[in-house]
């Protein structure tokens, strides 16, 4: 919900404000490298959020909407 939030405070779509944050334009940066970003993003997320289902919580915001 913050990412939603600060995206809509920022009047960008979550997607764009994504690739922001990973760093990643029209041809910026491979495939693999946004993946391993993507990998190092969720584990810290797990890490943060102990016990909570990121994945879960994505779908309920979308639906929410």
Known sequence: MELKLFAASQRKS???VVREKLGVGKG???K??????LDKFAFEMTKA?????????????RYEQ
């Open 14 to 16: 979550v997607a764009a």
């Open 28 to 30: 910026e940066i491979k």
């Open 32 to 37: 693999d490298k946004v993946w391993n970003k």
């Open 49 to 61: 959020n102990p016990g909570v289902s990121l994945s879960k919580k994505l779908i309920e915001m």
